[in-house]
């Protein structure tokens, strides 16, 4: 079965400072998309950067990328110079070829000014 | 605007009444997702439809719900029996149909059981 676990449930980050969002998960699919969205406060959920489990680079969309350790099943976003617009819930989430989704419980990321 | 649309966006109702909720994806996209998010937890996946199919239902989701897509295109999501533990935000997301695609999401409907 598919599991996404996210271990930080709230992290806290200077502005302008980096911050590391933790993210594991199980599957026994070879073949598989690896995201992250952002949900800020009573607002939509969008994509922050994905990862194909197929490729070894990791995935960078300015200042997030990822660290994505397919052995260990370890997926975890950075996020450079950290923005007050950057504060909300993140959420790792796991796509297989059957198409199903599944979400992590959510990091809470506040940004200090 | 050409992005995902649910309605309402907030439904209050007495237990034990029936509602019903509408999302219109995007118009290009065959795949369509519910899910039910909690206050603090991430989104639970409920049912997905390729095209009109139904292709899975979670197998938490009791019989009280139902969801059709009947041409492909809209979809309904319908709680029959409403309980107080229904209340919750209920998420439509549409991609084109990829493993890679990635979901776009709509505003979601709260939905609150007095």
């Known amino acids: 079965a598919q599991t996404v676990t996210q271990s930080q449930p709230e992290m806290s980050v200077q502005e302008a400072e980096t911050v590391t969002l933790s993210c594991t998960y199980d599957t026994s699919e070879s073949d598989y998309y690896l995201f992250w969205y952002k949900q800020p406060p009573s607002r939509q959920m969008i994509l922050v950067i994905r990862q194909e489990a197929y490729k070894q680079q990791n995935a960078t969309e300015n200042r997030f990328s990822v660290n994505f350790q397919k052995a260990a099943k370890s997926f975890s976003l950075k996020i450079s110079d950290s923005q007050l617009g950057d504060a909300a819930m993140y959420f790792c989430a796991q796509k297989t070829s059957y198409d199903k989704v599944i979400f992590g419980p959510g990091t809470s990321l506040s940004v200090i000014p | 605007d050409t992005g995902v649309s649910q309605d309402p966006r907030h439904k209050i109702t007495k237990r034990g009444q029936n509602v019903t909720f509408r999302c219109d994806p995007i118009s290009e996209h065959n795949r369509l997702y519910w899910y039910r998010q909690t206050l603090g937890q991430g989104p639970e996946f409920l049912t997905y439809?390729?095209?009109?199919?139904?292709?899975?239902k979670s197998r938490l989701l009791s019989d009280r719900f139902s969801a059709e897509r009947p041409k492909g295109s809209f979809s309904t999501l319908e709680i029959q029996r409403t309980e107080q533990g229904d209340s919750a935000m209920y998420l439509c997301?549409?991609?084109?149909?990829?493993?890679?695609?990635?979901?776009?999401f709509g505003d979601g409907t709260r939905l609150s059981i007095l």
């Open positions: 997301a549409s991609s084109p149909q990829g493993v890679g695609a990635p979901q776009h």
């Open positions: 439809f390729q095209n009109e199919a139904q292709l899975e």
